[in-house]
């Protein structure tokens, strides 16, 4: 797949030896792809090419005597060589010229330690494969199925979309080479209450192809019964409540309220309250977080868009801040080693600190026994967003669902829409169960600030807590 | 390229095809504190063609579908051609009710003029980061971190149907964090967008948020839980009245998400301004080619038009007007100081304020509000508000001071009675 790499692979070698000659470091980011995105709603069937897909582009990364700077452009050829240095050249001494006064942030040259990989993430049904014909078919009947669940059900939409892509990253003495596919899919079912719409949302994914579309047909009804149960919620009485998150909650609490704060591009801002704590207990005992490609969710990378080899990083070892994920500046500026967390939107952007799979471990309970133990409390599920506060662990998320707990047993009383408030560390204290088997879901893409999309999955087990709500 | 992509759309027998050509240079500055973090250009060229297919429906009845498929000049002409081929099939899959195109438009190229399209990329870089820097003067508060990024660009839209067009565009947009340390260490987190060199709006904008900073450094954080009557300023005006853009939508209409009717009163019984709301042209021409002007939107209160892309619109038997990103708010008849007059609660900043639109619920976690009784103004920190626009919009109190931003150009404040905020004490 993807020829375009290695036919400009020749090239890219005498690009980045050019570079040399002039700058201490030189690199460069290749990357092809391919990606589709199917729909199907009240509003017809819809085929394109993905939104926030990474196009098909180059990066160059050197340092100066002004520190790093990139330059990123899509059309390249052997010959088109010396144009690319001189413009290069010429464009930072424009900056340099129009940017007197202001120092550079000191940064050491990347050490660029010799490696070479190349690898293929695998996937079962390439969605080229299925065909047009045959994806499109499968979410009209998954539609189908959910509008006849019951009349009052206002819309129904199936989709999927993937993205495939090849990465290549050449320095002087790097030569990586990865070749990915994850596929997102989800199943949505919306009812009115006057001119309120009510929509709840059920997704799948992998780091594979079409054969996400298997595991749909069951959660079908599931999503149509949840989006009529939402027509009879209410506001919920603001107040700290014991609380049961699903999987999915416990992954927005992970990623959002936790994860973003231990982005460690933070800590060299002094953005970051976490940079203070590394080495104390932030959690209970019952929490350990991972970030990495040691599971096989939508964000499995071999490296990152820097070339660093990702692995496995362990942020809260039983409730004790370990330390966080870190990109390759970063992680020089800070003198510690980089984590593969570097990571582009496109190859038009900058890299920063992002999270991949992020997760909490497994523990020993089960979600019944955490439901039985509560007297007064609620299920929290489906997330719908978050939002992070590095800075002072302040939380925003926010759920569709909150489900009335009543002397251990579920009421059947639905609370909707719930703002999840209040400070990172006491809800993560306030742990005391966790079921055994941590769930991941990678269907959405994840924001630095307002910006910068990329693929992440994140997720945990059943997870009991006190959380403020609102 | 463009000649390529033609060659191929007829040697692939594609009749019905919109090619989308857009090219940009951009110079990004990215600092911390007043230190030069990373420098970054970008020159690109991409082109998008969407392709266009009829089909017949089960009834016999003509139904069209298309796809659209990214292409980069580096492809050679079989790549190309293969691009269209398999777009081309996935069309027939795609087929929905039949619309005709896009109404073919030919006009000459339309330039940006201004500093900002005309400078160097570099030099304008460098004056906005000078005035972005320029009120960060006092230690107690500062600028922590920004971003900026100062881009032209150039766009031509060609169809089957006849459509030529061209525009330039040019854009500084970034954002800022500023922090304050004592006595409470906090940030907050800015954003701005400007379609000119605007430097001296930027540097008031760092100044009023190195206050903010500071007053959120002393905010008490025990907010208590209630009903107050709110008040909006800024950024939160636009996300709040984005429900009415939302919900007008061509889109929204068609698949029934929205029953609003035209001419209806979609405010309802109102005991407060009646909302007078104007689609404002970003840009000289949709993605389309549909030539964009300001459009009424809301008027008195009652849907003026629905707007959308060709498809929606055509469904719907009105004008297609293309896909607006900005709008205008005509109201505003309470001078601010008098709207904020107590007792209300005037959230200045959030952590992602949010309006959802298909539901009407708007929410979000409080930054820094100020809690306004009477005379006494106490900055507060933390909680958060969970109101409904479909209850508060009969009451909107909104200020004779105004706001622009790339995308909103309207009353600075809102005041909306009732709403519930649940409080933040430890």
């Given at each position: ?8 692979k020749?090239?890219?070698?005498k ?7 002039t ?10 792809d391919?990606?589709?995105t ?36 899509n ?19 424009e900056?340099?010229e ?49 509008l ?12 999927i979309?993937y993205?495939?892509f090849?990465?290549l ?7 990586l ?6 596929t ?27 054969e ?5 047909d ?32 416990t ?10 704060g231990v ?5 060299v801002?002094?953005?970051a309250l976490?940079?203070?704590y ?46 966080g994920?870190c ?17 582009r ?7 920063y ?16 026994e ?29 759920v569709?669902t909150?489900?009335?707990?009543k ?12 703002v999840?408030?209040?400070?990172v ?43 403020r709500?609102g | ?11 692939c027998g ?8 857009a ?9 911390v ?21 009829d ?39 795609a ?75 040019a ?5 800022f964090?500023?922090?304050c ?13 400007y379609?000119?060199l ?20 002393r905010?008490?954080p ?10 909006l300023?800024g ?13 007008s939508?061509a ?29 404002k ?36 038997g ?10 205008h ?10 709207l ?7 959230v ?34 933390g ?33 909306l ?10």
């Amino acid at each position: 797949m993807f020829e375009l790499i290695d036919r400009v692979k020749p090239g890219l070698k005498k690009l980045v030896a050019t570079l040399r000659e002039t700058y201490p470091y030189a690199s460069v980011l290749a990357v092809a792809d391919e990606c589709r995105t199917w729909v199907v709603n009240s509003s017809g069937v819809n085929i394109a090419p993905s939104g926030r897909r990474g196009g098909t582009g180059y990066v160059l990364r050197v340092f100066d005597g002004m520190g790093c700077a990139e330059y990123s452009f899509n059309e390249f050829s052997e010959e088109k060589i010396p144009a690319l240095c001189g413009i290069l050249a010429r464009r930072l001494a424009e900056q340099k010229e129009a940017l007197k006064g202001f120092a550079p942030l000191p940064t050491p040259v990347p050490a660029d330690e010799p490696a070479q990989l190349r690898k293929c993430s695998a996937w079962r049904i390439h969605p080229k494969d299925m065909g047009d014909e045959a994806i499109v078919e499968k979410l009209t009947a998954l539609r189908k199925k959910a509008l006849a669940y019951d009349g009052r059900i206002l819309d129904a939409q199936a989709n999927i979309s993937y993205r495939a892509f090849r990465k290549l990253f050449l320095s002087e003495n790097r030569d990586l080479d990865q070749t990915i596919m994850w596929t997102a899919a989800s199943m949505v079912a919306m009812a009115a209450r006057g001119q309120e719409i009510k929509i709840a949302y059920h997704p799948f994914s992998a780091l594979g192809g079409a054969e996400v579309l298997e595991d749909m047909d069951k959660d079908v009804e599931t999503v149509a019964g949840e989006a009529l149960e939402l027509l009879d919620s209410q506001p919920v009485i603001p107040g700290e409540y014991e609380c049961v998150c699903g999987p999915d909650t416990t992954g927005m609490i992970v990623h959002e309220a936790f994860g973003h704060g231990v982005e460690m591009d933070m800590f060299v801002k002094d953005r970051a309250l976490a940079r203070q704590y590394v080495g104390e207990y932030v959690a209970s005992p019952l929490v350990t977080m991972h970030d990495g490609s040691a599971v096989e969710q939508a964000a499995t990378m071999f490296f990152d868009d820097e070339g660093t080899l990702t692995g496995d990083t362990v942020i809260i070892g039983k409730g004790i801040l370990k330390g966080g994920m870190c990109d390759a500046l970063s992680a020089a500026r800070l003198g510690v080693a980089p984590t593969g967390n570097g990571r582009r939107e496109s190859y038009e952007r900058k890299a920063y600190t992002r999270m991949t799979n992020t997760y909490f471990q497994g523990g020993e309970a089960t979600p019944e026994e955490m439901i039985a133990s509560i007297k007064d409390g609620f299920l929290l599920e489906s997330p719908a967003s978050g939002m992070e506060d590095p800075k002072n662990w302040g939380i925003q998320c926010m759920v569709t669902t909150a489900r009335e707990i009543k002397d251990g047993k579920l009421t059947g009383k639905i609370f909707s829409p719930i703002v999840l408030t209040g400070y990172v560390p006491d809800l993560l204290k306030s742990v005391t169960m966790m079921s055994k088997t941590p769930v991941l879901s990678g269907s959405g893409f994840c924001g630095k600030g307002y910006k910068e999309w990329v693929k992440v999955s994140d997720g945990g087990p059943y997870m009991k807590a006190r959380i403020r709500l609102g | 390229m463009i000649e390529r992509i033609q060659n191929a759309l007829r040697q692939c027998g594609i009749s019905l095809w919109r090619i989308n050509e857009a090219v940009e240079e951009t110079a990004e500055l990215f600092f911390v504190r007043q230190k030069l973090d990373t420098r970054r250009i970008k020159d690109v060229r991409k082109y998008e063609v969407s392709v266009f297919r009829d089909v017949d429906g089960d009834g016999g009845e003509k139904r069209r579908g298309f796809t659209a498929v990214p292409l980069t000049a580096a492809m050679d002409d079989g790549q190309i051609a293969e691009e269209l081929r398999s777009a081309y099939y996935a069309a027939q899959f795609a087929a929905n009710p039949f619309y005709e195109l896009a109404d073919p438009v030919k006009g000459p190229l339309v330039e940006k003029t201004g500093s900002l399209a005309e400078k160097p990329l570099a030099e304008s870089a460098g004056i906005m980061a000078k005035a972005l820097f320029a009120p960060d003067t006092r230690g107690d508060a500062f600028v922590n971190s920004a971003e900026l990024f100062i881009s032209r660009s150039r766009h031509r839209i060609l169809s089957s149907e006849g459509t030529d067009v061209s525009y330039t565009d040019a854009q500084a947009k970034g954002e800022f964090v500023v922090q304050c340390r004592e006595p409470e260490d906090v940030e907050i987190w800015n954003q701005f967008a400007y379609d000119g060199l605007e430097p001296e709006a930027l540097s008031r904008k760092v100044e009023e948020s190195l206050a903010f900073v500071r007053d959120r450094a002393r905010a008490c954080p025990d907010l208590k839980s209630g009903t107050f009557d709110l008040v909006l300023s800024g950024d939160a005006v636009q996300e709040l009245l984005g429900y009415y853009r939302h919900r007008s939508g061509a889109q929204s209409v068609y698949a029934k998400y929205s029953t609003w009717k035209l001419g209806e009163d979609v405010q309802g019984d109102v005991q407060g301004e009646r909302l007078d709301l104007t689609l404002k042209a970003s840009a000289p021409y949709s993605t389309e080619g549909i030539p964009m002007e300001d459009l009424p939107l809301l008027r008195d209160g009652k849907l003026a038009r629905y707007h959308g892309n060709n498809r929606f619109c055509r469904y719907l038997g009105v004008e297609p007007t293309g896909a607006y990103q900005k709008f205008h708010c005509g109201n505003g008849t309470v001078p601010f100081p008098e709207l904020k007059k107590g007792p209300c609660l005037w959230v200045v900043t959030f952590s992602d304020f949010q309006m959802d639109a298909m539901s009407g619920h708007f929410g979000g976690e409080i930054r820094l509000a100020y809690l306004i009784d009477g005379v006494f103004v106490q900055p507060v920190t933390g909680g958060s508000i969970n109101g409904s626009i479909l209850d508060a919009q009969k009451n909107l109190v909104f200020s004779t001071e105004r706001y622009t931003s790339a995308e909103y150009d309207g009353p600075y404040a809102v005041r909306l009675p009732g709403v519930r905020v649940a409080g933040a004490g430890k």
